[in-house]
């Protein structure tokens, strides 16, 4: 079965520095792939980065990257020049690249960025 | 990416009675997803709606509690049936698309049973 693990329920960071966030995953699947989203107090849920787990390189949207450690099993989002905006819930997810489609998320990580 | 609405996006309701939420996409999508978030919760998928046949639930919900219509590629409505304080929770739809089929979620409608 699969499986998202966040360890960190809560996080602080200072305004400008960078900050990781943890996610480990569990499949016996060969194919998948793996997505964060950031969901502020208003309660939408906001893409920022996907990963599939044949991709050579490490996912990046301008401040977002994803340090993708295949033989780790860990998909850690790391936030470059942290804004007061980031302080929100981010969850990572993992699906099966095939038909069902079904996203399986971590319990999240709440971050908060003090000025 | 889908520009993807929903209403009602809040509602207080009494024990007992049914909330119907729609969702609105502003392109033809095949794929359409409903979720529900317990309150302090991470994201439980409650079923895929399929276009033109019945939706395809996930263990623990049922369609008698959670009926699903899906009469387009761009709509779809999830009822939380006899309700209960239990369903209090934000349900969001979410739509597949690109190549590595991400979901984008629409606004999420927060419910709030009395």
């Known amino acids: 079965a699969q499986k998202i693990t966040q360890t960190q329920p809560g996080m602080f960071v200072q305004e400008k520095e960078a900050v990781t966030l943890d996610c480990t995953y569990d499949?016996?699947?060969?194919?998948?792939?793996l997505f964060w989203y950031k969901q502020p107090s208003s309660g939408e849920m906001i893409f920022l980065i996907y990963?599939?787990?044949?991709?050579?390189q490490n996912a990046t949207e301008g401040r977002y990257s994803l340090n993708f450690q295949k033989a780790r099993k860990s998909a850690n989002l790391v936030i470059s020049a942290s804004q007061l905006g980031d302080s929100a819930m981010y969850f990572c997810?993992?699906?099966?690249?095939?038909?069902?489609?079904?996203?399986?998320f971590g319990s999240g990580t709440r971050l908060l960025v003090r000025p | 990416s889908a520009v993807i609405s929903q209403k009602p996006s809040r509602d207080i309701c009494q024990r007992g009675t049914s909330l119907t939420i729609q969702c609105q996409v502003d392109?033809?999508?095949?794929?359409m997803f409903w979720y529900r978030q317990q309150p302090g919760q991470s994201l439980t998928l409650i079923a895929t709606?399929?276009?033109?046949?019945?939706?395809?639930?996930e263990s623990g919900f049922v369609i008698d509690k959670f009926p699903i219509s899906r009469p387009n590629l761009t709509f779809s409505t999830l009822t939380v049936s006899n309700m209960s304080p239990e369903d209090s929770s934000i349900y969001l739809c979410?739509?597949?698309?690109?190549?590595?089929?991400?979901?984008?979620f629409g606004p999420g409608t927060r419910l709030t049973v009395l």
């Open positions: 392109s033809q999508v095949t794929m």
């Open positions: 499949t016996s699947d060969p194919s998948y792939g």
């Open positions: 709606a399929n276009q033109g046949s019945e939706a395809t639930y």
């Open positions: 990963q599939g787990s044949y991709d050579q």
């Open positions: 979410s739509v597949g698309q690109g190549a590595s089929d991400t979901q984008y």
């Open positions: 997810a993992m699906r099966r690249m095939d038909s069902s489609y079904k996203l399986i």
